[in-house]
């Protein structure tokens, strides 16, 4: 029997990644702003390639509409 995943593939264990995120939109919807915090544990994992993948990180953005 042959398999077709090659054998010098890395197998990495399980992992969970936490992320927080907070928004807000004021009454008339004209001002919107979110607090978004990704990985907030700062678990080391790996994608399915063997990439590292981003430690701890935090992005905000706030838009207004006239």
């Given at each position: ?44 994992y ?21």
């Amino acid at each position: 029997m042959t398999t077709r995943l090659k054998e010098d593939l890395q197998q990495y264990p399980g992992y969970g990644v936490h992320s927080f995120a907070v928004n807000y939109q004021s009454n008339n919807k004209d001002i919107q702003a979110s607090l978004v915090l990704d990985n907030a544990f700062n678990k080391v994992y790996y994608s399915t390639v063997g990439v590292p993948q981003e430690a701890r990180n935090i992005k905000m953005s706030v838009s207004y509409r006239w």
